[in-house]
T-cell receptor
Framework: KNEVEQSPQNLTAQEGEFITINCSYS?????LHWLQQHPGGGIVSLFM???GKKKHGRLIATINIQEKHSSLHITASHPRDSAVYIC?????????????FGKGTLLTVNP | DGGITQSPKYLFRKEGQNVTLSCEQN?????MYWYRQDPGQGLRLIYY???????QKGDIAEGYSVSREKKESFPLTVTSAQKNPTAFYLC??????????FGQGTRLTVV
């Protein structure tokens, strides 16, 4: 079993829909990261959170430490939101800070 | 603007040849990382460096080598010993245990 599991693997939505992507992890973490990867490959860091909830524009990330679960929500989705969304569990590993990545969720938002 | 620059974006290599991927950052970050991404898999850590002239193996270091002679630069060499080098390679940097910044990636194809 992977240490970080995302669901769903693929998600297709119509423009305007509310989107939820889930991430479960089995390791102790100091922070949970949400990343966005556009076609072409570059990755952008969206959120880093260790408790509660963060909001940036139409994106909301929540985390439940006890349940080892995080969700990424997109309100009023738009075709430009189409991308791969990746969650990563971050924890200290010796002198390093180790990120363990999920396999990603491919989101397609149709107009 | 600060950021991470990876070059080239696409790279073709003949089997048996070594090839070096470039990663430069002007964010003044101490830590730099190289990840490999394969279809259907999460990002996997190849090498990381916490400080100039020091680097550590990640989870899949075999067949790769790195150097860290300058804070800004962390080149990755894919050697002929790497059995399956065709992949997407991402470089990242971070100041400490905070959010990581990623480059645009290099897609390496062995022909």
């Amino acid at each position: 079993k992977n240490e970080v599991e995302q669901s769903p693997q693929n998600l297709t939505a119509q423009e305007g829909e509310f989107i939820t992507i889930n991430c479960s992890y089995s390791v102790g973490i100091s922070a949970l990261h949400w990343l966005q990867q556009h076609p072409g490959g570059g990755i952008v860091s969206l959120f880093m959170l260790s408790s509660g909830k963060k909001k940036h524009g139409r994106l909301i990330a929540t985390i439940n430490i006890q349940e080892k679960h995080s969700s990424l929500h997109i309100t009023a989705s738009h075709p430009r939101d189409s991308a791969v969304y990746i969650c990563a569990a971050g924890r200290p590993a010796g002198s390093n800070y180790k990120l363990t990545f999920g396999k990603g969720t491919l989101l397609t938002v149709n107009p | 603007d600060g950021g991470i620059t990876q070059s080239p974006k696409y790279l073709f290599r003949k089997e048996g040849q070594n090839v070096t991927l470039s990663c430069e950052q002007n964010l003044n970050h101490d830590a730099m990382y190289w990840y490999r991404q394969d279809p259907g898999q999460g990002l996997r850590l190849i090498y990381y460096s916490q400080i100039v002239n020091d680097f550590q193996k990640g989870d899949i270091a075999e067949g790769y080598s790195v150097s860290r002679e300058k804070k800004e630069s962390f080149p990755l060499t894919v050697t002929s010993a790497q059995k399956n080098p065709t992949a997407f390679y991402l470089c990242a940097s971070s100041r400490d245990r905070g959010a990581a910044f990623f480059g645009q990636g290099t897609r390496l194809t062995v022909v």
